[in-house]
């Protein structure tokens, strides 16, 4: 069981670092998402998805360490329930032929959401704090 907790919780904090470096060093994805989503009749700023993308990182590189483990996974979980909230309301109809549609992510935000909730719950109910990447190398169980 503890292995398996180990490698759920690795798996998300891989996809949240991987997924905020993204946001934050590629200039190119911010322009593009600020073309996608709109409040009212203005963009969003290139600069939310920059703030989205360290959020993502920080949560990331917290679900490793076994004190914030848990907090961090139900972060997870508000993070994505916001971006399944942002995906539905703030696409511009319709969205431009040359970028991809946001209610394609919805998906993987459930699915991330999921994830975070469950990371917590194998954490909680393990009951034990240990470090993913120490534990992983050492080969402990």
């Not at 009749?41 to 914030?68: A, C, K, N, Q, Y």
């Amino acid at each position: 069981m503890a292995r398996f907790a180990r490698g759920i919780s690795l798996a998300g904090a891989i996809v949240l670092i991987a997924s905020g470096l993204q946001k934050m060093f590629n200039s190119g994805f911010r322009s593009d998402m600020n073309q996608v989503y709109e409040l009212g009749d203005s963009s969003f700023g290139t600069w939310f998805f920059l703030v989205v993308g360290v959020i993502e990182f920080v949560i990331g590189v917290l679900i490793v360490w076994p004190r914030t483990r848990i907090p961090a996974a139900l972060a997870m979980v508000l993070f994505f329930v916001g971006a399944l909230i942002f995906n539905i309301g703030f696409a511009v109809d319709p969205v431009p032929e040359n970028l991809n549609d946001p209610s394609t992510l919805i998906p993987a935000d459930v699915i991330l959401g999921l994830l975070g909730l469950g990371i917590a719950a194998l954490w909680r109910r393990h009951g034990e704090a240990t470090d993913l990447l120490s534990d992983a190398a050492t080969g402990v169980a």
